[in-house]
Each structure stands twice: as C-alpha cells, then as structure tokens.
C-alpha cells in the first residue's frame, strides 16, 4: 500500500485546516513537497474550483490553488514524487484543453502526472462558466472516453455523443504513454464509470465499511488503484499509533493507496512528521512508495 500526502496549503476547507497554513505560499509548499519527495510519498493532491459562492465557502472553504500552476511550480523542485489532482472537475473543460495544459504538465515534470477527475457537484459553479449542469454525468463519461482518446497523441481523434474532433494537432502531449485517470465520486455508478473507463478510484464520504461493500460487488481488475483517506489529520510522531490505525483502516477496506493528512503548526513542524510518518511507515513494512 502507498502512502499519498494530502496537500496543505492549496485547499482550505473549515476546521479540516492548521491555522499555520493561511499565511503560508509556495515557499513553505515547496518546502513540504522537497521532503515528501525525499522521503518516498507516493503523490502529493491539489483540488480545483474556480469560483466559490461566498455562502458555500462557509462550508467548503474558499481558496483552492490551481492545480496546474501549483504542480508546475513544484515539479522544478522535485525529482520523483507525481502529482494527483483531486479532483479536476471535467465539464468544466473541453477533453483538448486538459490533454495540451496538463499534457504539458506531465511532460515538464518527466512523467508524474496522474488525473483525478470528477462530475462536480458546484450547480452555482456551473453556472458561472456557462456549462450545463443537468445531464453533467453523460457528458463526464463522454470527456474522459475523449480523454483517453486524446491525452499521449499529437494528432487525436474521438467522435462521441459531446465531443467530436480530428485533423488537429496537440504538441506538445502527454509524456506517459497512458496517464493514469483516476475517478472521484462516492456511489456504485462513479465506481464503476472508474473501472470501466479508468485506472482507478477515489472515493469520499464514506465509511469503511461502505466501501468495502461497493468494492465488494465489482470485479476490480488487476492494477485498478482504489485510494483511501486515512481519515482527520494524523500526528505520526506525538500519537504513533492511532497512525498506525488509520493506516490499517483503509487497507482493511480494500486500499492500494491511502491518503493521509498531517497535523502540525508549521510547515518545518510539517516537515518532521513526514519524517515520523516515513519511518512508521517503514518499521510497519507499509512502503511510502
């Protein structure tokens, strides 16, 4: 099981924050990411809205760092680790858009890009940048199949029931020979949308035993990447094992990856439990890779 690390910084959400982290930029993420790369973690996350209602950012939190300048910025100072948006909300994008900007992305950064995608769930969002919300989950299922289609070729080509294109060229493309597409959501249809037409799921909202049951009633085939949250920020050197608990809990349920948040009160403080979360890790035969 891999250990992902759930960015601080780039997404505020309320009482799920360190207060250290709303005067904190790029220097003290970049300082974080330099470590977990170091250290072997799996992937680092960043969300994507564009524009929070003032009401909704009551509970959702109102910054949200755009993950392409974010990893681009963090791909010059990191060598190994890959970069998972969590997720990029696909209609909010034409399929050729994501293929050339994060395409570059990956190609910057020699590789590391792995694609989170989601339906959205934002009707105000929508709205705002003139897509349909009604109907959004047809059109997602048609954006990742042109997705698929599209990201890793110079001259793509796909007609479907929403996106239709051929005769153009994407240049620079995709690295990767095939970018690993991970599918968000939290029901039986976004699990399964994620095993048919993707490499992996990521889930939320859920208890352990929930999803054990949806993963229980699909034939997940081999090298499909389920990835779990471990839960509420952990403190890997102060309370070592409820760590080790919340570790177990989503590898139990299914996990080939587990998400992890990290409590601290500074990004150098940050810094150290990666370290204890590292050698926890690797004491518990758990590899961060």
């Known amino acids: 099981m891999r250990i992902g690390i759930v960015s601080p910084v780039v997404t505020l959400v309320p009482g799920a924050h360190s207060p250290w982290e709303r005067n ?4 003290e993420l970049s300082l974080i990411a330099e470590a977990a790369d170091r250290l ?6 960043c969300s ?8 909704v950012a009551e509970a959702r939190g109102a910054t949200y760092w755009d993950p ?4 681009g910025h963090l791909s010059a100072r990191t060598r190994r680790i890959r970069f998972a948006t969590q997720v990029l909300v696909v209609g ?7 293929a050339k900007r994060y395409g570059t992305l990956d190609r910057v950064s ?5 694609l989170g ?17 009604a109907g959004r989950g047809p059109r997602a299922d048609d954006a990742i199949a042109a997705l698929r289609a599209a990201l890793s070729r110079r001259e793509p080509s796909y007609a479907g029931e929403f996106y239709d294109f051929s005769g153009f060229v994407v240049e620079p493309h995709a690295q990767q020979e095939r970018v690993p597409l991970w599918i968000g959501g939290r029901t039986l249809k976004s699990l399964r949308r994620a095993v048919t037409a993707g490499d992996g799921w990521v889930p939320f909202g859920l208890s352990f035993d929930e999803l054990a049951d949806l993963l229980g009633s699909v034939d997940v085939p081999s090298g499909f990447e389920v990835v779990l949250s471990a839960g509420r920020p952990l403190d890997p050197a102060g309370d070592p094992d409820r760590t080790r608990e919340a570790l177990d809990r989503p590898r139990r349920a299914g996990a080939t990856t587990v998400n992890v948040a990290l409590a601290a ?11 204890a979360l590292a050698r926890l890790a690797a004491a518990d035969a758990v590899p961060a890779r």
Do not use: M, N
Request: contains cysteine; negative net charge; proline residues 5%.
């Open 92 to 98: 909010y994008h034409h399929p050729l858009e994501i």
């Open 40 to 45: 072997g973690f799996a992937h680092l996350t």
């Open 24 to 27: 904190a930029g790029i220097e």
């Open 68 to 71: 392409l300048a974010t990893f």
């Open 265 to 275: 009160d500074s990004a150098e403080h940050y810094c150290e439990q990666l370290e």
């Open 117 to 133: 995608l989601g339906v959205g769930s934002l009707e105000e969002e929508f709205a705002l940048l003139g897509v349909p919300f």
């Open 48 to 55: 994507e809205h564009v524009a929070v209602p003032v009401d």
């Open 110 to 114: 020699g590789g590391r890009l792995t």
